[in-house]
């Protein structure tokens, strides 16, 4: 036969483990995904020598493959506009094409996004 505090003492570890879990997958679920993009310099070129932190945010995401999703939409948007455009606009547009492919997706939590 179990001795009764044993079995207390079990149902409460789970529950307890339980609770931890818990935690855990609302604190995942609760973490949203940046597009960040790289702005652009003078010349319409993607500044990636800048950190991370000083990347546009271009909007906020549930999940990190809604955000890689968006950076394709994002990326075919502005090259068509890029083809469409022959005059100064064609460098900017081309410029953000660049510049979003540049860009990465990244959980909001990420320290990185705290760099001076």
């Not at 409460?12 to 483990?17: G, L, N, Q, V, Y």
């Not at 879990?21 to 960040?36: D, E, F, T």
């Not at 994002?74 to 083809?83: E, T, V």
């Not at 320290?111 to 001076?116: A, N």
Request: charged share 25%.
């Amino acid at each position: 036969m179990v001795p009764a505090a044993f079995v207390i003492a079990s149902v409460c570890d789970k529950s307890e483990s339980m609770k931890l879990r818990h935690a855990a997958a609302l604190a995942l679920a609760s973490i949203g995904w940046y597009l960040m993009i790289p702005p652009l310099d003078n010349s319409q070129k993607p500044r990636t020598d800048l950190p991370l932190s000083q990347y546009w945010q271009d909007s906020s995401y549930d999940s990190a493959r809604e955000c890689e999703e968006a950076k394709l939409q994002l990326q075919r948007f502005h090259l068509d506009r890029s083809k469409k455009n022959v005059d100064h606009m064609h460098e900017f547009y081309y410029g953000m094409f660049e510049s979003i492919a540049q860009g990465s997706c990244v959980a909001s939590d990420d320290p990185r996004l705290k760099e001076k």
